[in-house]
Nanobody
């Protein structure tokens, strides 16, 4: 049974940083594309970032490019999202995803990130 468990969410002030983690189990992690998505109240789920297992390439949504960094540690079956320069618009529930081609096959339960003064 595949399980993805996010952690690291919380509340920070604008300009602050957070590092999210997603620990995976029940799958051959090194052969899965992993990614992060977010969903704010009343909005659709939004792509944030992904890392492809095929070539270790990373891709980012336009709203987070140059502020967020996705990375993975295959020895720990974990994917990370380093978030810097956080803005109130980044407030959302952040979800980890994994899949063989796109990271939408399996989902975590989500972790809340709140940016406020």
């Amino acid at each position: 049974q595949v399980e993805l468990v996010e952690s690291g969410g919380g509340s920070v002030q604008p300009g602050g940083s957070l590092r999210l983690s997603c620990a995976a189990s029940g799958l051959n992690f090194r052969f899965y594309t992993v990614g992060w998505f977010r969903q704010a109240p009343g909005k659709d789920r939004e792509f944030v970032a992904l890392n492809s297992w095929r070539n270790n390439a990373s891709y980012y949504g336009d709203s987070v490019k140059d502020r967020f960094t996705i990375s993975r540690d295959n020895s720990k079956n974990t994917v990370y999202l380093q978030m810097n320069g956080l803005e109130p618009g980044d407030t959302a529930v952040y979800y980890c995803g994994a899949g063989r081609s796109t990271p939408r096959e399996y989902w975590g339960q989500g972790t809340q990130v709140t940016i406020s003064t």
